[in-house]
């Protein structure tokens, strides 16, 4: 029986890294939106956006 | 009984059970969007079922993961399959009932696993390919999304210290919409895969596609759209339990618990491994509010959820070794099968027209707890 560890530690370190990315950026761009810096917010959530899309890009082709 | 008539019944009963599998799971993507007030229920649970059937379509591995791999496809027939579909039906309108957010994935392998083991022997089943691709991920899924959203919650509530109120409690009931429509997203891509693989499966079985193909177009159309009416029917017992029982949710908690969810899916899915959206979807829930407040969490309706999880695999895998057995006898099986499924299935949707639970209730209790907030407040 053989338990393939290293693609669930794949899947922990996907999910670790790309959710605390997303998550930041788009609470720094919040924290932008909120002292008015319309250039900073708006990079953040493009930011975000980009991640979601790369992502979703990795799984479709 | 005509062989090509009983794959007819495994599609329609396949279909079937990949349709409760959308009303059961509404809950995981949109019980936290409803309970916020991001999204009105009935608009959520549109904007869910559309991103199931596109989601469907993204990817075939956790199909093929269940086509080709978790039982012998040369030692079952598909009548052994049906009797598995009906056991897993079975356990998904109890669950249902009671409110309970059981894993329509676990139930699908437990009633499976329970036929093909009765009716086909113990050697029809490939139990280490059944470790790896689903008992271990089943155990992990869950503790890695709720590792993960505890993690981005404190980031969240970090960061967020310093914002104005109005402009970030908005802004998060956006993110909130944004990352419940990726869990939807990514509920397609691992439980409409299921029902696909199931029915690539009896086709194989039947001799109608080589072992080891892929599942056909039409397969593909019609999971995607079963599943996705399923979700627009809401199961909106399950959301009351998701949505309220387990911890109280904030738009900012509720963004960081989808955002980890929706990744840890879509992460297993691509690899194949064939997951509980449900458990995934609890274990971030979890997180995110032992990542707020250690002290909000409903530890009393986790032990229940828990318990129920347990119960999933093997409660399905009975029924589905009892209907696989009879159904696997001859026609007569087939039909005695199908008439007593459809009473159970009958009977407990009279039951649950006596006290039905309905989105106007889940708003209500929403603005309840407004109101006590601001009594506080």
Same mark, same amino acid.
């Given at each position: 029986m053989t338990i393939k560890w290293d693609a669930l530690l794949q899947v922990f370190g996907a999910t670790l890294l790309v959710t605390l990315l997303v998550v930041t950026l788009f609470v720094l761009g919040i924290r932008a939106l909120s002292s008015d810096k319309k250039g900073p917010a708006v990079a953040s959530f493009a930011g975000c956006v980009a991640v979601v899309l790369y992502g979703l890009s990795l799984i479709i082709l | 009984m005509d062989p090509a008539l009983v794959v007819i019944i495994v599609v329609v009963t396949a279909l079937i059970f990949d349709f409760t599998n959308g009303f059961h799971d509404? $809950?995981? $993507?949109m019980a936290t969007s409803i309970a916020t007030g991001a999204l009105k229920p009935r608009t959520a649970v549109a904007l869910s079922a559309v991103l199931n059937l596109v989601g469907a379509f993204l990817s075939v591995e956790v199909a093929k993961t269940i086509s080709g791999g978790i039982v012998d496809d040369a030692q079952i027939t598909p009548a052994v399959i049906f009797g598995g579909l009906v056991g897993a039906i079975m356990w998904n309108l109890v669950t249902w009932y009671v409110g309970l957010p059981s894993s329509s994935s676990h139930a699908l392998f437990g009633g499976l696993i329970g036929a093909a083991w009765v009716a +086909? %022997?113990?050697? +029809?089943?490939h139990f280490a390919k059944v470790v790896d691709k689903v008992l271990v991920p089943a155990v992990v899924a869950p503790l890695v999304a709720g590792v993960v959203a505890a993690l981005a919650t404190i980031v969240v509530y970090r960061l967020k210290k310093s914002t104005d109120p109005r402009v970030s409690h908005t802004g998060f009931k956006i993110g909130q919409v944004a990352s419940a429509s990726l869990v939807s997203l990514a509920h397609g891509t691992n439980d409409a895969q299921k029902t696909m693989g199931i029915i690539t499966l009896a086709l194989i079985t039947s001799g109608s596609l080589a072992p080891g193909s892929a599942p056909p177009f039409w397969v593909i159309i019609s999971a995607g759209l079963a599943i996705a009416l399923g979700t627009y029917l809401g199961g909106w017992r399950i959301t009351h339990t998701l949505g309220r029982g387990l911890t109280t949710i904030e738009p900012a908690q509720g963004f960081a618990a989808q955002t980890s969810t929706a990744t840890a899916i879509l992460a297993s899915s691509h690899l194949g491994f064939a997951l509980s959206t449900t458990h995934v979807a609890s274990g971030g829930i979890m997180g995110s509010g032992l990542g707020r407040?250690?002290? %909000?969490?409903n530890w009393g309706t986790m032990g229940k959820m828990a318990a129920g999880w347990l119960f999933t695999l093997p409660a399905a895998g009975i029924v589905g070794a009892i209907a696989g057995k009879w159904a696997s006898s001859g026609t007569t099986g087939v039909i005695g099968v199908a008439v007593i499924g459809g009473a159970v299935a009958i009977g407990i949707w009279i039951l649950s027209r006596r006290e039905p639970i309905k989105p106007e209730h889940i708003v209500d209790e929403v603005a309840a707890q407004a109101e006590l907030h601001k009594v506080a407040a």
């Open positions: - | 509404t $809950a995981n $993507a +086909s %022997g113990v050697d +029809s089943i407040d250690r002290r %909000g969490v």
